[in-house]
Nanobody, 117 residues
């Protein structure tokens, strides 16, 4: 019984920055990984970045060096700092939580990110 709520999406110009937030509520305990996935119209959903409860991160090649994922375990929150945004970053971004032992998965409703001049 976990709910994920994303926020922080919006419209930005190419080269701009944006921070996404995802807060988990309900009964959840470590270890669990959290991550961000995105899907653009006409494209497949793809992993953007993930982070384990211990702080290990993984990024898609397309965002390495530009995006940073972090988390606050006390707040059950994951963040995605996006810099040097490109039009191809335009997509709906979804928050994900996966418990590493019980293997249950939860998804947020998504937040729209649009990069355009």
């Amino acid at each position: 019984q976990v709910q994920l709520v994303e926020s922080g999406g919006g419209l930005v110009q190419p080269g701009g920055s944006l921070t996404l937030y995802c807060v988990a509520s309900g009964s959840i305990s470590p270890p669990y990984a959290m991550g961000w996935y995105r899907q653009a119209p006409g494209k497949q959903r793809e992993m953007v970045a993930t982070i384990t409860s211990g702080g290990n991160t993984n990024y898609a090649d397309s965002v390495k060096g530009r995006f940073t994922i972090s988390r606050d375990n006390a707040k059950k929150t994951v963040y995605l700092q996006m810099n040097s945004l490109k039009p191809e970053d335009t997509a709906v971004y979804y928050c994900n939580l996966e418990h590493k032992i019980f293997r249950y998965n939860y998804w947020g409703q998504g937040t729209q990110v649009t990069v355009s001049s």
